[in-house]
């Protein structure tokens, strides 16, 4: 190697500031003496304060039997796809690499990938998904019979009511259409084929589900539940997404209703929907490794106490919920919604405005991407 090559070469401490995953590196007795800029941030934790601390203590592996493994600095280990509870932050699901530091007798170098962070955007194999579709699959049959008689109910009565009532006939009927539409749609999910997307107007969707929500519960005072302010903050300047209008619709009734019951335990109940273009967000897709930009996003809050810090990893997973009744598949399939129409949601709590947010992050449609701006002419 020349001399010019080897002054280029960047610090060591450098390379392991850029790097994407955590890296430890662990002196004698599994203590950490080091870590860099993402190890911090999968911590939750500062250098300073990780310093001389336990790996143990702060990484809290179910099979004692790997830990003990560790214990032997002489021999590399590798894990993957193992849950271990991290202090103050949850379980998470990870890979680990334990491999000897050369020449160092003792010392350590630990690299961990932490599933969770990217399953909050979606990027998982899709078992969680396979998991939320089979049960519509089952049930479908069940669900389209009573369906079709709600619709010729509705029609009844709309023949026998006041034309200025017949909207809410109208909505009866259009939504067990809908439904009907999802659930066919979510069977043929099942076999991992998507819905078409088109070019869609979030903010139709968005407004239809509003009413949708404000007809079920009375204008936001239904039986036992507290009256809320439903606060809408949309960016009318927005171009089309590419998406599926029913399945955009479904999606926001989910977070809106999840919303709306959060916020009962607010002093002042208040829920926001709120649209927005967030330029500079892309997601690198599976299929084709090509950039897909996702620069819409669509966020719904509440005021509510928020989700329990041990669930928030694990609220997008089938069968986990907070609710007495609930059967927790309501946001799974939310995730499965958004994710055929390449979109992704995630989830945080700003604990110092006392806020929790569930934000949609969306493509435009392909022809406003595509389109070219129009010269004005001479």
Partial sequence: MSLALMTTLPEANRVLASLPHA????????LIASVNPAGEQFFGQSL????????????????????????????????????????????????INVAPV??????????????????????????????VVRGPEIMAHEIKNPLAGIRG???????KIEARDRPLTDLITSEVDRIANLI????????????????????EAARRAV????????????????????VEEFDPSLPPVLGSLDGLVQVIINLLSNAVEASQEAQEPRVTIRTRFASGLQLHTTDSGTPVRLPVELRVSDNGPGIDPAMRDH???PFVTTKKSGQ????????????DMNGRITHERDEAAGLTHFRVHLPLALETQRRAPRRKPA
């Fill in 102 to 131: 050369a020449d160092t007798t003792g010392w350590q170098i630990l690299t961990i990938h932490d599933h969770s962070a990217a399953e909050a955007l979606g990027d998982d194999s899709g078992g969680v998904d396979n998991a």
């Fill in 211 to 230: 009413d949708i929500i404000k007809a079920a519960d009375g204008e936001g005072v239904a039986e036992g539940q507290r009256s809320y302010r439903l």
């Fill in 328 to 339: 927790g598949l309501g946001l799974p399939l939310v995730r499965k919604l958004v994710r």
């Fill in 23 to 30: 890296v430890v590196l662990l002196e004698p007795g599994l």
């Fill in 48 to 95: 300073r304060r990780l310093v001389g601390s336990k790996l143990g203590d702060v990484l809290v592996f179910p099979d004692k039997r790997l830990f003990e493994r560790l214990h032997d600095y002489e021999t590399p280990v590798s894990a993957r796809e193992i849950v271990v509870t991290l202090r103050g932050k949850g379980a998470r699901r990870i890979d």
């Fill in 315 to 317: 609220i997008f997973e």
């Fill in 184 to 203: 066919e749609q979510m069977q043929k999910l099942s076999g991992r084929t998507a819905p078409p997307v088109e070019p869609c107007n979030l903010h």
């Fill in 153 to 159: 109910a509705a029609q009844l009565l709309a023949r």
